[in-house]
T-cell receptor, first 114, second 115 residues
Framework: AQSVTQLDSQVPVFEEAPVELRCNYS??????LFWYVQYPNQGLQLLLK??????LVKGINGFEAEFNKSQTSFHLRKPSVHISDTAEYFC????????????FGKGTLLTVNP | GAVVSQHPSRVICKSGTSVKIECRSL??????MFWYRQFPKQSLMLMAT?????????EQGVEKDKFLINHASLTLSTLTVTSAHPEDSSFYIC???????????FGPGTRLLVL
């Protein structure tokens, strides 16, 4: 089975500062990795995903993440955040192949302050 | 593209009544849909996987007779919470996957409050 650990439950930052949201996973098989964002009272929106190929993945809204197999990590980064980036961010993992079940981390609340 | 809708967005019902939540893929055919439950300030927990034209596969601990799932067409799956109780109050989110695709696209969620 797969598991996901998001080490920080809350990350407060100031506007225009860089941010990194950490995600580590555990799996005995190859995995696909995803980052989703959830704005208050809304569903989840896909930010980016890693399936294969380049370990540096670029997503929407200026976010990027790097897959590090040796450290089993998939940290999310943005060089300069905006107030509008305030939201809950979820890292998710699923087994590569035909099993499409996602396992989510507990989420990180990013709060961008002026 | 890849838009998923849910209806209703919010529902309040009395204890003992049943509530149906619809999940629709608007611009693609979804052979597989998923139903999640999210408690306040918690992550999403997968309840069941719904495949078009076949019975849903429920996760361990989820009562299939209480949470009835129907996936009658390639664009619609429904979740019916039968004989709802206050502990069923939660945020229910569906997602849909395109045939051959690797990504789940999520609906906006339905907030259920059982009084």
């Amino acid at each position: 089975a797969q598991s996901v650990t998001q080490l920080d439950s809350q990350v407060p930052v100031f506007e225009e500062a860089p941010v990194e949201l950490r995600c580590n996973y555990s799996s005995s098989v190859s995995v696909y990795l995803f980052w989703y964002v959830q704005y208050p009272n809304q569903g989840l929106q896909l930010l980016l995903k890693y399936l294969s190929g380049s370990t540096l993945v670029k997503g929407i809204n200026g976010f990027e993440a790097e897959f590090n197999k040796s450290q089993t990590s998939f940290h999310l980064r943005k060089p300069s955040v905006h107030i509008s980036d305030t939201a809950e961010y979820f890292c998710a993992v699923r087994k590569a192949g035909s099993n499409y079940k996602l396992t989510f981390g507990k989420g990180t609340l990013l709060t961008v302050n002026p | 593209g890849a838009v998923v809708s849910q209806h209703p967005s919010r529902v309040i019902c009395k204890s003992g009544t049943s509530v149906k939540i619809e999940c629709r893929s608007l611009d693609f055919q979804a052979t597989t849909m998923f139903w999640y439950r999210q408690f306040p300030k918690q992550s999403l927990m997968l309840m069941a996987t719904s495949n078009e034209g076949s019975k849903a596969t429920y996760e361990q601990g989820v009562e299939k007779d209480k949470f009835l799932i129907n996936h009658a067409s390639l664009t619609l799956s429904t979740l019916t919470v039968t004989s709802a109780h206050p502990e069923d109050s939660s945020f229910y989110i569906c997602s849909a996957k395109t045939p051959g695709g690797e990504t789940q696209y999520f609906g906006p969620g339905t907030r259920l409050l059982v009084l």
